[in-house]
């Protein structure tokens, strides 16, 4: 497999496909391929039987910078599986709603995002596109902020989230492998509000939870703002029959449990 960016997600698959005998090249600074030595990155996308980009859109240009330069390489490659790691922040505000891969996108705040996940649905037959909500795992989760003292409760009544232990996504991009190209939620079960996972961290941890506060009393950035500004249920129905995939952690309970 050739990977395009080695981050926190892509990282930990390419350990799981080393493990079974997988070779991996990557870019990235984990990676051992320079991003921008054209030769070596084209011959790789030549040589690879499955390609993954986890690349987002560049926060300076909004482009996609793996479809700018090495696009049509992808296209034109031999591989049989083609794979782009997109985000349930391509559907926008649904005011609490479930949504499916049928809804629309590029309504919301993420529209770079979303112009990119449309820009791999049609750059070719072959391409699995994943999105995925809130990701969470080893070193990345509401009992680390808790224990650092990051953590916080906002009041805003009403307000859901989906999410997804980054081992479960390993395992749909795997189950993928075998299934149809297309478009897939990778959620888990129980979509919850912020304050809820906070809460049950703090739970576990024994530790007394943050107050409730305003988005002004508690400083948040402008990014965290536009965060709290959407909300929505993701569904898997899709994945789960397609794939054959279901979630290990099937909800955050799960998921902080294995954690800790």
């Known amino acids: 497999m050739l990977i395009f960016g080695l981050g926190y997600t892509a990282s930990r698959l390419a350990e799981r496909l080393r493990e079974q005998g997988w070779r991996i090249d990557a870019t990235g600074s984990a990676g051992n391929l320079d991003f921008t030595d054209v030769q070596s990155v084209r011959a790789a996308i030549g040589h690879a039987s499955h390609i993954l980009s986890s690349v ?151 530790i007394e939870p943050p107050p409730l506060q305003t988005m002004d009393e508690a400083g948040l950035s402008p990014m965290a703002r536009g965060f709290y500004a959407e909300n929505r249920r993701v569904a898997n129905g899709k994945a789960k029959r397609v794939l054959g995939w279901k979630p290990l952690y099937p909800d955050y309970k799960a998921g902080l449990k294995s954690l800790l």
Do not use: M
């Not at 499916?100 to 996108?105: L, N, V």
């Not at 809820?196 to 961290?201: C, D, G, I, K, Y």
């Open 56 to 206: 987002p859109p560049s926060r300076e240009t909004g482009e996609d910078d793996v479809l700018t330069r090495y696009g049509d390489a992808v296209a034109a490659a031999p591989a049989r599986w083609i794979g782009y790691l997109s985000s349930t922040g391509v559907y926008g505000d649904a005011g609490g709603a479930w949504v499916d891969e049928s809804a629309p996108i590029g309504g919301g705040r993420r529209s770079a995002r979303a112009e990119a996940d449309a820009a791999w649905q049609t750059l070719d037959d072959r391409v699995r596109i994943f999105r995925l909500p809130g990701i969470y795992g080893p070193g990345r989760s509401a009992l680390d902020k808790v224990r650092d003292g990051s953590a916080h409760r906002i009041d805003l009544p009403g307000q859901v989230f989906s999410r997804i232990h980054v081992t479960d996504i390993c395992r749909a991009v795997e189950a993928s492998f075998d299934a149809p190209p297309g478009l897939y939620n990778i959620g888990d079960d129980r979509p919850a509000s912020h304050n809820a996972v906070t809460e049950h961290a703090c739970r576990l941890l024994g």
